[in-house]
């Protein structure tokens, strides 16, 4: 055998080698160039069934992003079976068929009088939309996801036209039972950029479910994309969704589930995660996939995020808002403090006051309920009633309380604070609320932390508070 002569380094692997070692990236199938694009479906004839009656029709079944993102068809009818003409009632339940195969059930919107030869009907499908045949099993289930943030993640290769290279588009997140992928699309930067201009919807990654044993069905999977929507959101700080769930068998889409699903329209807005590095994460996503198989912890996540997700996007504006995140706070409050770890019983943990529960709940957090001095109008208006002894909890749930109590006197008081106090102690209560749920499924990584006071991308990262003590001992 050939030995090297010692102290002789291997030459170094060339760039096509190394890049031979990395995963392709994930296309989406579904295509769109610009926000808000129409997606077609289908093109041809389907019939409308209600009731008795099969109203055969002409035309497209499109998935359109407004008034609300969902499938849509529009026809001209060419038989009405069963009578001459027949009347469309808009409240009856109905249902798109093609081909003997059933697409969804359907709502009739728009229809003039009696349907004849060459009336013009229009409608929405209203709970799932899939063409093919949605009993095959399959291998995998390819998605996009529109409207989530930006993470750089595990390196992928790509081959785009005549150039080739490798990015760190990939995030990762396994359990026990199934592997997720989620690829960032090559071209994010200008499809985020169109999307800021235009605000709306656009597809921004593509993804991938695969289960460790098995084949994967389209009604065993619909709890899994239901914990993985709620797992993104509460990343994203908005709502997404995986959207036109494809059934796939050797590289063949077998069926398409074109079904709405929560997205929430395009807005910029501050959220937890790194942008830069993917730590932690999929820990988190084992810890929140696990917790989501009971179903009492099930309603818990919903609840939290869905009022996070709320709060976070000033869905009722400042003011509106702090009342979301209070019952945000009140809700983990009962579950981890009263629930989960015991630590009141009875009328001890009803009878505490709103601004105690808080602090109970910052303990548990190892963290200072003092306000940041990095919030400057919150951190100057506590300074100046020094002789109140106020503290985080206790001035947002005076500015709570205000609000929704209201006598003339909180009235008068809650509209002499000036906006940004107001906005301040929305932003710390949303802090809390990010921090809880974050110590609630164990994670103990850096973290973007909205109050930190610094604007740049990358700025503003830090431990989690509980995890400085582990830091700190080795």
Known sequence: MHEEPSGQQKPERSFEELLNQLPDILYSRIKMDHPNQLLPIYSGEFVLRQGTVDTHLTGSIDFQWFPSPGARFRGEVLSVGGSHAASIHAMKPAELWIDDTLIGKSHVTLVAGFVSVGSNIEGSITDLAVTGDRTIAVNKIAFAVPNLREFDGEPVRYQNNDSKGATRNRMVLENDDYKIILDKDLNFKNKESSLNATGGYHLLYSGELTKNKGSLALNEVADVFQCLSNFLSFLNGRRTSPLFRQGVVEDEVLWCDYSSYFVDMHKSVSAWPQQQGLSGLNDLWRRFSKLWKEESNKDFLISAIHWYVEANSLSGFTEGSIVMAQTALELIYNWLIVEKNRFLKGKDAEGISAANKIRLLL???????????????????????????????????????????????????????????????????????????????????????RCSGTMWAGAGEEYVPWSLQIINNS
């Not at 963290?367 to 940041?372: F, G, N, R, T, Y």
């Open 363 to 449: 303990a548990q957090l190892r963290l200072d309920s003092k306000v940041p001095s990095t919030m400057t109008n919150l951190y100057s208006y506590v300074d100046s009633r020094k002789q109140e002894e106020l503290d985080g909890p206790e001035i947002f749930v005076q500015i709570r309380n205000a609000i929704i109590h209201s006598q003339e006197e909180k009235r008068k008081k809650i509209g002499k604070l000036p906006y940004m106090v107001k906005y301040e102690a929305l932003q710390i209560s949303i802090w809390y609320i990010e921090l809880s749920l974050l110590y609630i499924l164990g994670f103990s990584e850096k973290y973007h932390n």
